[in-house]
């Protein structure tokens, strides 16, 4: 069957087009591919970078809360707990110790004073009596969250990201609050540069997917740099 000249040159034309939509189709899917591998490239070394000189510049921090937590009760230095990272994956988190030995025990007696409802996602509460004296100032300071330096560097967080939760908070989440986890958690947050322990579970949901949404790494540099006066002023810290 022969086709007329001019249907022949109608879709000759059409397929010209579809091939040139084609090319440019795999033209921006290319970039668009390099330009997510060198964001998240730039996050890899800055949260590195980041990671090795803030170890190596708070070392004698480091070295002296370790001491004065041992000097206090005798107990552990560190506290290792798991938590649920990117993707639901379970990681062990690494803080320095700031409550009593029997901490768990003592919290079903205190879910009453829980500062986000008995049935809050989170737990938390002002004047916790679990808490230990050095662990007072090293939370206020955030010098509890120091050994976490080291996740970042083992890759299981990032310097920047949402606040990594538990298990058994991630067992309580609706569908919005997973899409937190598309993401590496990190040491600090938007929420955590606000009010902190202040704010609601719902306002860091909320904060945490504002920063997914806009994350770069220019974002994370802006981030760190008000971490810093929200530290040493210790708002909304308890």
């Known amino acids: 069957m022969s086709i007329a000249p001019e249907e022949y040159w109608s879709q000759a034309g059409q397929q010209g087009k579809i091939e040139k939509w084609s090319r440019n189709a795999r033209r921006k899917m ?36 370790a001491l004065l937590i041992r000097i206090e009760d005798g107990g552990p230095i560190f506290f290792r707990q798991n938590r649920v990272g990117a993707g639901g994956k379970l990681f062990g988190m690494w803080k320095f110790r700031s409550m009593v030995v029997n901490a768990d025990k003592i919290k079903d007696n205190l879910l009453e004073q829980n500062q986000h409802g008995q049935t809050g996602v989170t737990f938390k509460m002002k004047n916790d009596p679990r808490i230990t004296k050095v662990g007072k100032w090293i939370r206020k300071l955030s010098i509890d969250e120091f050994p976490q330096f080291y996740n970042v560097l083992r890759g299981d967080m990032s310097l920047v990201g949402p606040r990594p939760p538990l298990p058994r908070e991630v067992a309580t989440y609706k569908a919005s609050h997973l899409r937190r986890l598309r993401v590496k958690p990190g040491i600090t947050c938007l929420w955590q540069i606000g009010g902190r322990s202040e704010i609601d579970f719902e306002g860091q949901v909320r904060l945490d997917l504002e920063y997914i949404r806009s994350s770069s790494a220019f974002y994370d540099i802006s981030i760190l740099l008000k971490t810093l006066p929200a530290v040493l002023f210790g708002k909304g810290a308890y």
């Open 30 to 65: 290319a970039v668009w591919r390099f330009t997510i591998l060198l964001a998240r490239v730039m996050k890899r070394g800055i949260d590195v970078v980041g990671s090795i000189g803030a170890l190596m510049a708070f070392s004698p921090i480091i070295a002296a809360t």
